[in-house]
């Protein structure tokens, strides 16, 4: 179902395809959205959600993975994890039309708004509220290990 109905949609945004993940990338860094399944389903009952990260150049070299991340269900309404169900009963092109219009209106803009440092500095400094809070200890301490120590005093702590 996410070859056939997501992935198209995705790749025309210029996302790669590698395994469960779709990744597009610039100079200024990397984008990734992650589909999970949930260890609880099942070959016939699958339930997978939306992971996203977020992976600057600057940091790079200290950390070499995405630096934030984000469950796709603590940015849709209630703020709760969300986890969509796949069955032999499910409408695929329904669920496809679904899973695209959360990409399009929650990830793709969560995505675009922390490309690179200034905006990722700009959420820690002025918007901690929208940078997952377990996380800013994190980029801090990136921030110092790359050696940006004024940048690091100005993230929250």
Known sequence: MIRDEVAPWLRERGFRKRRNQFRRGDDQGWQVVGFQASQWGSRDDVRFTINLWVGVTELEAVEPDAQVQQ??????????????????????????????????????????????????????????DDFPSYLLGRFQMLLERAGRHDLASEVPA
């Open 71 to 128: 469950r796709v269900g603590a940015l849709l309404r209630g703020g709760e994890d969300h986890w969509w169900s796949l069955d032999s009963f499910t409408d695929a092109s329904a669920l496809g039309a679904d899973l695209r219009e959360v990409l399009e209106s929650v990830c793709l803009p969560w995505l675009d708004a922390r490309r690179n440092l200034d905006q990722l500095m700009a959420f820690a400094r002025d918007s901690p």
